[in-house]
């Protein structure tokens, strides 16, 4: 049962132009939602977080938006860059008691930018 | 600060043989995790431990895997007997308690042939 879902598995841009990697998920109990970059060889590395009670969130380059009647999220980037070629990861949270959180990684989408 | 270290980066094994992974995490980060990730999926959570205790390890095939975190410290993942599908990249992760933001390891590449 895939809760997290990243259907595109690759996407191309041109440098300077905007890339959008999109997310669903189907768990309505999930409260917060991530993106991780992930390099070749290397650990993924933690990108952008949103929390539910949020419709978006800003960090630089990198734009989060969810859409929780739609169970929706998705990432911006603009502009995009070389260096932002990765696979990237969404991944969505939610409690299960005791403090702790369950994180569950969609299966990733493949950002090339080409210059 | 220095990151999550792990070992070995790559291992060969034949099928029915042992392997072990190594972890370090970030000073001071009470929460650490052990990841699956194979070839084209997403990372899979195997086992998470607050300190030395474990919070959950529902997905960990226990027939075959163990793990432990002597101490609260370091951690090792533990695979006997091995099967052609373990094949897998292994990233232990760490974060402080509350902090959704893991930091992972550069993972261990796991090939069983």
């Known amino acids: 049962d895939q809760q997290v879902k990243q259907n595109s598995p690759s996407l191309s841009v041109q440098e300077g132009r905007i890339s959008i990697l999109n997310c669903d998920y189907t768990n309505s109990m999930f409260d917060y939602f991530l993106w991780y970059k992930k390099y070749p060889a290397e650990g993924p590395t933690f990108l952008i977080s949103?929390?539910?009670?949020?419709d978006k969130n800003e960090d630089g380059r990198f734009t989060v938006f969810l859409n929780k009647s739609a169970k929706h999220l998705s990432l911006h980037i603009v502009p995009s860059q070389p260096g932002d070629s990765a696979v990237y990861f969404c991944a969505a949270s939610a409690g299960r008691g005791g403090g702790y959180q369950k994180v569950t990684f969609g299966t990733g989408t493949k950002l090339q930018v080409i210059p | 600060e220095a990151g999550v270290a792990q070992s070995p980066r790559y291992k060969i094994i034949e099928k029915r043989q042992s392997v072990a992974f190594w972890c370090n995490p970030i000073s001071g980060h009470a929460t650490l995790y052990w990841y699956q990730q194979i070839l084209g999926q997403g990372p899979k959570l195997l086992i998470q431990f607050q300190n030395n205790g474990v919070v959950d390890d529902s997905q960990l095939p226990k027939d075959r895997f163990s793990a432990e975190r002597l101490k609260g410290v370091d951690s090792t993942l533990k695979i006997q007997p091995a099967k052609l599908e373990d094949s897998a990249v292994y990233l232990c992760?760490?974060?402080?308690?509350?902090?959704?933001?893991?930091?992972f390891g550069s993972g261990t590449r796991l090939t069983v042939v």
């Open positions: 949103i929390s539910s009670i949020k």
């Open positions: 992760a760490s974060s402080p308690r509350g902090n959704y933001g893991y930091t």
